[in-house]
Every structure is written in C-alpha cells, then in structure tokens.
C-alpha cells in the first residue's frame, strides 16, 4: 500500500473524510454522477486555485489503460456565474516554467502542482 494511500484524508467544516478505500470509494461517487454537470477544480496544497473546467461527466471507461477514467465532456454554453474556466497563476508560488521542444507544450508548477497545457490547434507560422 502506498504513502498516498495510508494518509488520512484532510477534514474541515465542509469536508468529511471518506472511511472505505479510497479507489472503491472514488469509482462509487463518480459512477454516480454520470451524466451531471460538474467543475473540475485543481488545487494547490497550499489552497489557491490552479484550474477550473466544466462539463459533463461521461461514463467510466477502460480507454486510459490502468488509470480510472471518466471523461468530461466540455460545456460550451457553462454561465460562469458559478465556475469561471480558466488557468490561475498566482506568481509568488510559481517555482518551475519549461517550455517543450516545438513551443506547443508548457508546464508551469506552483505550490507543488504542476500544470502541463498542450497547443491543440495548428502553431503559427
């Protein structure tokens, strides 16, 4: 069992930790939000907030070898009136900038969190 695994989970006024295993328990909750609409929200460990996309979350799928998978269909039309999509870099916690060979790839790491963004349209020429 690995060192993520031993952890107890973090606990606050809003959090509950969950006391099943955690990839049992993981599969349980998102297998049953399929199909809802959701925000994904990455976050640093010292709190502040990286990223956020919405969508809706597609079914569990075997399509990323070993990795649980569900994908997330992303809302065009989401109001940002609850989740604004977006990058937040916040440049005091910032310790890390690469950009891959060719410019289409860049990574950026702040408190701890590393934040890999791929070009997906064609590079200018």
Not at 29 to 34: A, E, I, S, T
Request: proline content about 5%; charged content about 25%; aromatic content about 6%.
């Amino acid at each position: 069992m690995s060192d993520v695994k031993r952890a107890v989970p973090a606990t606050n006024s809003y959090c509950r930790a969950m006391g099943r295993e955690l990839g049992a328990e993981l599969v349980d909750v998102l297998d049953r939000w399929r199909g809802r609409h959701i925000a994904v929200r990455i976050v640093a460990r010292t709190a502040e907030l990286v990223a956020v996309f919405s969508g809706e979350l597609g079914g569990r799928s075997a399509a990323k070898g070993s990795s649980l998978f569900w994908p997330v269909e992303l809302d065009r039309a989401a109001t940002p009136k609850l989740e604004q999509p977006g990058i937040y870099a916040h440049p005091e916690l910032l310790s890390d900038l690469r950009v891959h060979s060719g410019g289409f790839v860049i990574e950026f790491t702040q408190a701890g969190v590393t934040v890999n963004l791929r070009r997906l349209d064609a590079p200018a020429q």
